[in-house]
Structure formats: C-alpha cells, structure tokens
C-alpha cells in the first residue's frame, strides 16, 4: 500500500463517503468502491459478497476479477476462504492462497492468477452481513496497517448496508429489514400473539461515518466520555449495596479505560467520525463476546458493549425516547430485560422476545405470571427488527415470524382462532368439578407469583393456588423488601383467595434466580449448588423475616407454607425448627398465630423420594417440583436445549418413579400434589392424574385444557395403557396413550 497510511485512509474515507452521497443505484455504488479500495490499496482485486440467505453468500461487485462472476459465483457458509471469513468472524491473511487451508478455486471468476489473500468480514453489532476481500498477484502477507485499512472499509461499508445504500435486483441486495424472517429461539411462556414491535432499546442510527476534522472529533468524544464518567460516578454515589458498588466498580474501570479511549482515538485518526469509531469498537467487542466461553469475560465485555450505546446516545442525542408511539398491540423486543422493568410495561404487551434470557429467567417468571407468551434466545432480533414491524409470537414452538408474508398470517391467524374458540369451550365448564369418565375427583390449582395472577382464581376455574412462588417481589426490588411489606402483601393475597388454599414457597433463589443486591457466586454448576432452602438455611435471618411477615399477614387465619429443594429430612426439620420458633416469638409479642399451619415440603430431588418413612409421616404435605425433578432424574439441565428435549416426562422410568412417589404418600396418607409445566399439559397431566395423582397445580390458562380432557378419560383404561407399554420394555408411553386417546374421538 503507498506511503502515507493516514492521509491515504482518510482520503479513501472521504472518497467512499461522496459515493455513499452520489444519486446512484446500489450496484453502481457497489462497484464504485471496489474500484476505489483496490486503487487506494495498491491491489490488483477488491470484491465483496455479501449473503443472499443465512447460509449463502454471492459476490455482488468487484475490480479485478472476471466481471460476469458478479451474482452468478456463489458459495455456502464455511466455504472457501470467503466462506470461512463469513463463518468465523475472522481475518484471513495470506500470502499464497491456493495453498491456505480450506481453498477453494472458483474458476468463473479467473482468480488463479492472484497469490495473495486478505478477507475482512463485514459485520455491524455482531450480525454478520458479508465478506470484503482484496487479492494481488504478489505473493505476500498484507501489513497490519493495510488490514487496518481494510477493517475500516468493511465497518463503513456494513454501515451504508444498514442505511440502504446498496439496494438492488436480487437476494442479496434486498433492502434489509423488509424481508420476512423466521427465527427460532426457544419456549419460555406459552401462548400465541400478534402485533407490532415496540424496541425496549431503539437502535442507535449513525449516519455522519466519515469526518474531516479529527481534532473536533475528538474533542467531541471526550466531552462525552466525561459525561458518561460522570454517569457512572454519580450511579456508583448512589448506591448502597456494597455488592451493587462492586458492579459498578468494574462498570466504572471500563468508562475510564485509556485502551478503550485510545482506540477510539486511533480510528477517529484516520478518519472515522466520534460515533463510528465507538460503533467500531463496540463491533468488536460483540464479535468477541459471541466467541467468549467464560462466563466472567462475557460480563464484561456485556458491560462494554452497554458503556458504547451510552455513549452512542451521548454523542448522537438519541435517547430511548425516540419520538415513537407505542403501538396498541405491542410485542416488546429487546436482548434481555429485568422483573421490574418488564412490570413496568405490565400486561399492556401481547408478547415478549428476548435474544437472551432463560426458561428460569426472571423475566420468564414475570411473563408466565402475566401470561404473556415469551420465546427466549432469537437470535438476531434486536438487530433484524424495526419499530413497529408486524410480528407473530409462536410460544409453543418457540418460533417468531418477523414480518411475514399472507401464508403464515393466514396460518397463523386461524391458529389463533382455533385456541380462542376453545378458550370459550373451556369457559363453559369453569365452575364444574374436575371429575374424571371413571369418577375420579382431580383437584385443580394455579401457580402464582404477583397479585396480578389471583384474579385468574376465579376466571380460570382454579381450586386454589398450589404455589404462590415469594421470590418475585424480592427480584423486581433493588434492595431487600421491608417486613412490614411483605407482611401487606401477603394478607392482599389470602384476602383476593376469599378463603381458598394458598401455598406460599418460602423464597426459593439461586441457581437462574439471583437477587439485584446479592453478591452472586460464581459456581461451575449453579443449579446443584447454593440455592434456595440452603440459602435460607444458611442465612436464618432472611427466612425468618419472610416466615414473621406470612404469620402476620395471615392475622389468624389458616397458613400453608412450603419449603424449597429439600434434598434430605435433616433440612425439613432445621427449617421446621425455624417455623416453630417464629411462631413461639410472635406469641410471645401478643402477635395472634394462625388458627392451623400446615407445612410442607418441595419435592425436587431424587433423594427426598427415599427418605425415611418418618419423614412422609410428620410432613404436613408434599408438591412434586416437576421441573427440577426431570432434571435431575435425567441429568439433563433444563436449560440446555441439545439436551432437555430428548427426555420425556412420559418415559416409562420416570412415570414408575413418580408412581413411587405416589404409593409411599399412599401409605402414610400424606398429601400429595404435582407442580410445574407438565402439570398444564393435557396429556401429560392425564397420566399423571393415571399413576396416581389427584392435585395439580399448573399456569391458570391451563386449567381449561387439563380439565376438558380429564372428564372424557377412564383413569383406569389409561393406567392398563401405561401398564402395557411398560410391559413391552417401550422407553415412553406417549404413543401408546396418543393412540388410546385417538381412539376417544
């Protein structure tokens, strides 16, 4: 490359920003700048390819190379040495090309004669939208400055790409966020919805990339970088939370950060403006952050990526508030959110899709408690979606239709219908007792978690709340809630109940639920390790706040209180004793108790299912935790989807161990219920009710589904199907039950 690195960079910047100005079609502009880069560069060939669809890239424009290759050469994601720059998000530098691992010759486009390789993928906020590339007959590996160069050329270009400058015929030139889009992720909250995107973080539009005076510019980005320095103090004066200030301390070593700045330095130097050197920045470290494994590296480079759209907001005075109105059926898109925040927005959206999050997320918690249908791990979608974008939420199949075409609407749409018509179907039988074809009465309870959820005790049909989860008003708090607080809520609940049961779990953290003001541990395996009654027990002086506060809001009244993930009989009674002495304190104050406390016990855990029998005996009552127990049954984190999937609750193993559960409750008459989101599953929920089980405690829209079909079923007929299948040595029952109840209609 010629001499003069700097001056020839922002020359080539400048040249490449009058072309972005130029009324001209997008394939004119295309092959406009690989004449300018391969002429800035000193090289014989510039090309770009972009990706006509998730797995293909074509080359669009290039100098140098035969030119009847444009839109005809194409190749797969991994493909070659485009191909691999693509998949990789990785530079190629090489000086012989044809002997590079992974080459491969395209002889359409007469590049034999080229030794030397350089590709830079071109890709914006870690969306990956092509590869730029320059080749030279000379055999030699390209300098760093000259790479340098290049990865400044691929950031401007990814930025025109996002500003539709290269809009033209053909896939890959489609104009981006028009196309509709799939976009699979995974179930976090049932349900189905339609409506329009409302981004919980507007994307940060940069439109001035180039800049010809790099003085100003980085004037400019130091007046910001104080103003978000002092942000950042100003949060961390505020905080209280010696935990919360530890936070804010590694947030604050990043603002401060003299590489950082430098480098943003560096590209404003060779003429990138204030706001594409940070977007520059902030590229790679998403880059980085999508290869990253541990954990903790991931935080951090999380928190950078936070830092760089603060001070994108900071230098382009774009704030959340945009301007935009809400649509009236919002569906809330953003790459992860908190408890409180997603209350804020309340029950006014009609879907929720994350980038991120997790089946045990609190976000998911607050969606299932709303029952708003959530799909976690969409990738892409925050930076694939526009404001007000029509979008369909599948949160049954963990799928998302980003503006579809009729077809799917269509399909969609009587989708929709069909579960609406039977939502009416369902509402018919609301207040009829759940009795099954042979006459056996099943018990129907909700889960619960806010005092949003109780009026859908009644709408729903419910018999009570088998588990009212305490845990949400300590996560959508920044400090720990108040005794007193606790006390009121509570009493609001048993008060909405009007008397129905209401079993309150003891606060159950840990593993995916951590506390804002709670340092959190870094444990290899989080779900087996410190968690929820351990914690409790570990710290006395939380449970017997919360265990003083539920005495007091029951103001007399009967009391049901549950224990979280007791692995052994030694924590139900350390816990018990906990009770006991709560109990014995507020009578000693002239505190009136409740008139009958039953306590009882989570069942989580392989282990519980074999404790003694004098365990099964003094327990009150247990509630099989489904959720948890799966997977520990089958080793299987419920969080991994290459893994929770392959195992059904209807395997034949785990129906005979849970039919376990159930004679050992038999033989002591010790109650027993069920609880998770098998429970709501019609089929599932029929067999479980087969092996035994007469109490189920599931989401309140659920109720309507598990109760049609329980009272069309002889428990008896399907407990012999069950039977045979396990006779035969099949692994699960599923299909034997499915054919039986076939056989019904």
Not at 210 to 219: I, L, S, T
Not at 431 to 439: I, M, P
Not at 493 to 515: C, E, M, P, Q, Y
Request: aromatic share 6%.
């Amino acid at each position: 490359m010629p001499d003069g690195l700097e001056s020839e960079s922002r020359k080539l910047l400048r040249r490449l920003r009058d072309t972005m100005a130029e009324d001209a079609a997008g394939q004119a502009r295309l092959d406009k700048i690989t004449h300018l880069t391969a002429d800035s560069m000193g090289t014989e060939v510039c090309s770009i390819y972009l990706f006509r669809d998730d797995n293909t890239l074509e080359l669009c424009a290039t100098e140098g190379l035969k030119a009847e290759a444009v839109h005809k050469t194409r190749m797969k994601l991994g493909e070659g040495l485009v191909g691999r720059v693509a998949r990789t998000g990785r530079i190629i530098n090489a000086a012989d090309a044809p002997s590079f691992a992974g080459f491969r010759y395209m002889p359409e486009t007469g590049e034999e004669i080229y030794s030397s390789f350089l590709g830079i993928p071109i890709q914006r906020l870690g969306e990956k939208l092509g590869v730029l590339v320059v080749q030279s007959r000379q055999a030699r590996e390209f300098t760093s400055d000259e790479v340098y160069a290049l990865e400044v050329v691929a950031m401007v270009l990814a930025e025109m790409a996002e500003l539709g400058a290269f809009v033209g015929e053909g896939a890959a030139l489609a104009a981006r966020h028009t196309e509709p889009r799939l976009l699979r992720g995974t179930m976090g909250q049932e349900g189905a919805a339609e409506g329009h995107v409302w981004l919980h973080e507007p994307r940060v539009v940069v439109t001035n990339l180039v800049a010809d005076d790099p003085a100003r510019e980085k004037e400019r980005l130091d007046e910001a970088v104080q103003s978000l320095q002092v942000s950042v103090d100003d949060l961390l004066a505020s905080a209280q939370d010696p935990e919360q200030r530890a936070v804010l301390e590694a947030y604050r070593m990043f603002a401060s950060s003299k590489g950082w700045l430098r480098r943003m330095e560096e590209d404003i130097e060779r003429g990138l403006s204030a706001e594409s050197a940070v977007e520059k920045q902030q590229s790679l470290a998403r880059a980085r952050m999508s290869q990253a494994t541990d954990a903790y590296l991931r935080e951090r480079l999380q928190d950078l990526d936070d830092l760089s759209n603060r001070l994108l907001r900071l230098l382009t005075g774009q704030g959340n508030e945009t301007g935009a109105e809400m649509p009236p059926d919002p569906i809330l898109v953003a790459r992860n959110i908190g408890p409180g925040e997603l209350l804020d927005y309340g029950r006014s959206l009609k879907g929720i899709v994350l980038e991120e999050g997790s089946v045990g997320s609190h976000a998911a918690i607050v969606a299932r408690a709303l029952a708003i249908p959530l799909v976690i791990h969409a990738g892409g979608i925050t930076t694939e979606a526009l404001n007000g974008d029509h979008i369909m939420v599948d949160g049954d199949q963990g799928v998302v239709h980003l503006r579809p075409d009729e077809t799917v609407v269509g399909a969609f749409r009587d989708k929709m219908a069909m579960q609406t018509k039977a939502l009416e179907r369902y509402a018919s039988i609301r207040e009829t007792a759940c009795v099954t074809a042979c006459g056996s009465r099943i018990h129907l309870n909700m889960n619960a978690g806010l005092m949003a959820d109780l009026p859908s005790l009644e709408s729903s049909g419910a018999e009570g709340v088998g588990l009212f989860r305490t845990e949400l008003q300590f996560l959508v708090r920044n400090q720990m809630p108040k005794r007193t607080e606790l006390a009121a809520l509570y009493a609001r609940v048993l008060d909405a109940a009007h008397g129905k049961r209401v079993n309150f779990r003891t606060l159950d953290i840990g593993s995916d639920k951590v506390l804002p003001y709670m340092k959190p541990n870094d444990e290899p395996n989080p779900a087996l390790g410190w968690r929820a009654i351990r914690v409790g027990l570990d710290r006395p002086g939380v449970m017997r706040m919360q265990l003083q506060a539920l005495l007091r809001a029951a103001q007399g009244r009967p009391l049901t209180v549950m224990f979280p993930f007791i692995a052994q009989l030694d924590e139900f009674y350390a816990a018990r004793a906990e009770m006991d002495k709560t109990i014995a304190r507020e009578r000693r104050l002239g505190h009136p108790v409740p008139e009958k406390i039953e306590i009882g016990a989570m069942l989580e855990t392989p282990s519980l299912a074999y404790a003694p029998r004098r365990f099964f005996e003094e327990v009150d009552f247990l509630s099989i935790g489904g959720n948890d127990l799966k997977q520990f049954f089958y080793a299987a984190d419920r969080e991994n989807e290459r893994v929770r999937r392959r195992y059904d609750t209807l395997n034949c193993c785990f129906l005979t161990f849970v039919e376990e559960i159930v004679t050992r409750c038999a033989q002591t008459d010790t109650p027993l219920s069920f609880c998770g989101e098998d429970a709501g599953r019609p089929i599932e929920a029929l067999c479980l009710a087969a092996i035994g089980l007469r109490t189920l405690s599931m989401r309140p829209a659920s109720i309507g589904p598990v109760k049609h079909l329980m009272m069309r079923v002889d428990l008896a007929d399907l407990k012999a199907v069950i039977d045979a299948a396990r006779d035969k040595g099949a692994q699960s029952a599923r299909p034997a039950v499915i054919e039986y109840l076939r056989g019904l209609d």
